[in-house]
């Protein structure tokens, strides 16, 4: 077996950090297609607004724009502290994964839906699609994150002699 090797030009807090904030931000948004919105989802409507609107205001939080938004400076700065080193392209991906996946999606997709909630004051005529195409972009953020945090420890862990 050979020799895991850190790369040098890493710091293991910022290979850490970044671990931490894909794993809670994985964590969050798997919980969130496998649980929350299920369980929205089998709600009498006027119910499942009051729940998810509920979910909506409660996430605004700085814990959680803390864990999301600094995840992505993290992400970022491991793809420019390691731009040129032999793991470039693997932190390059992760950033990529997150900043688009899980932080675009979340401004192109989610956003949108989750401030229509938050500001209705009538059940919404079209609510179970607006829940099943948030749940599919939730998805879409799930894999991202999970594929991010995958990428980030493959490419952080690479033997010092493979590229």
Not at 15 to 31: D, I, K, R, Y
Not at 85 to 91: A, H, M, S, V
Not at 117 to 123: D, E, G, P, V, Y
């Amino acid at each position: 077996m050979p020799e895991v090797r850190r790369d040098p030009r890493v710091p293991i807090w910022l290979e850490l950090l970044t671990a931490v904030g894909l794993s809670l931000m994985t964590g969050f948004l798997f919980n969130m297609s496998v649980v929350a919105a299920p369980a929205i989802d089998t709600l009498p409507p006027a119910q499942a607004l009051a729940a998810w609107k509920a979910i909506n205001v409660t996430a605004r939080n700085p814990l959680f724009a803390g864990a999301a938004f600094g995840t992505a400076v993290l992400v970022v700065t491991c793809a420019a502290v390691t731009w040129h080193t032999r793991i470039r392209y693997w932190c390059l991906t992760l950033t990529l994964l997150y900043v688009i996946g899980v932080i675009g999606t979340t401004f192109a997709v989610e956003a949108g839906i989750n401030n229509a909630i938050i500001a209705t004051t009538t059940l919404p005529p079209d609510l179970p699609r607006m829940l099943s195409t948030w749940l599919a972009a939730n998805h879409i953020r799930t894999l991202s994150a999970l594929a991010a945090f995958v990428v980030a420890w493959l490419g952080l862990r690479r033997p010092a002699s493979a590229g």
